[in-house]
């Protein structure tokens, strides 16, 4: 980035470490950095989350409904429904807003309006509870099961082979509350 017209732009890190290698050499501080994240990847991402923190970057989520969607069956799943019935909420309502509660910005895809409405709704929900949020992260630690994995493994391949095709999606971002 030679150009002294930029002004801010955005990463890619998926660790603390690859920050750290980035902002050596830009010439600007990435403003935002997209990394995967969801419960079942919170721990390693939380030292990123600190680091970006420290450097006024904003972390935004991408694929954080995968308990729900590619490894459903985890350990993530009873306190996600939990949540859900106090909130009267859907598990997607319940994980996005406990990406939310991590200070993350949701960026996610959206094809059918319904869910357009189902995730716009988050932002009214109520918060999750100190304890929601932490029985969360603790299932999340325990990683998704064996089942659970065998399922992300034929759902992935073939999205990742749409994706080599050129198929595109539609993106939304969701305000994060602080």
């Given at each position: 980035m030679?150009?002294?017209?930029?002004?801010?732009?955005?990463?890619?890190?998926?660790?603390?470490e690859?920050?750290?290698?980035?902002?050596?050499?830009a010439?600007?501080?990435?403003?935002?950095?997209?990394?995967?994240?969801?419960?079942?990847?919170?721990?390693?991402n939380?030292?990123l989350?600190?680091?970006s923190?420290?450097?006024?970057?904003?972390?935004?989520a991408?694929?954080?409904?995968t308990?729900?969607t590619k490894?459903?069956g985890?350990?993530?799943?009873?306190?996600?429904?939990?949540?859900?019935?106090?909130l009267?909420?859907t598990?997607?309502?319940?994980?996005?807003?406990?990406v939310?509660?991590k200070?993350?910005?949701i960026?996610t895809?959206?094809?059918?309006?319904?869910?357009?409405k189902?995730?716009?709704?988050?932002?009214d929900?109520?918060p999750?509870?100190?304890?929601?949020?932490?029985?969360?992260e603790?299932e999340?630690?325990?990683g998704?099961?064996?089942?659970?994995?065998?399922?992300?493994?034929?759902?992935?391949?073939?999205?990742?082979?749409?994706t080599?095709?050129?198929?595109g999606?539609?993106?939304?971002?969701?305000?994060?509350?602080?």
């Amino acid at each position: 980035m030679q150009s002294s017209k930029v002004s801010d732009c955005r990463s890619r890190c998926e660790s603390s470490e690859n920050l750290v290698e980035l902002l050596k050499t830009a010439k600007v501080v990435p403003a935002v950095n997209q990394v995967l994240f969801h419960p079942y990847n919170y721990v390693q991402n939380a030292s990123l989350l600190e680091f970006s923190t420290k450097f006024n970057i904003v972390t935004e989520a991408y694929s954080s409904l995968t308990p729900i969607t590619k490894v459903s069956g985890g350990p993530v799943d009873k306190p996600i429904q939990r949540a859900a019935k106090r909130l009267n909420a859907t598990p997607a309502q319940v994980i996005l807003s406990w990406v939310r509660s991590k200070g993350v910005v949701i960026v996610t895809s959206v094809t059918k309006k319904y869910r357009l409405k189902e995730y716009l709704e988050v932002a009214d929900l109520p918060p999750l509870t100190l304890q929601e949020i932490l029985d969360i992260e603790t299932e999340g630690a325990k990683g998704p099961t064996a089942l659970s994995m065998h399922v992300l493994a034929r759902r992935v391949v073939p999205l990742a082979a749409l994706t080599l095709l050129g198929f595109g999606v539609r993106w939304l971002t969701l305000p994060m509350t602080l």
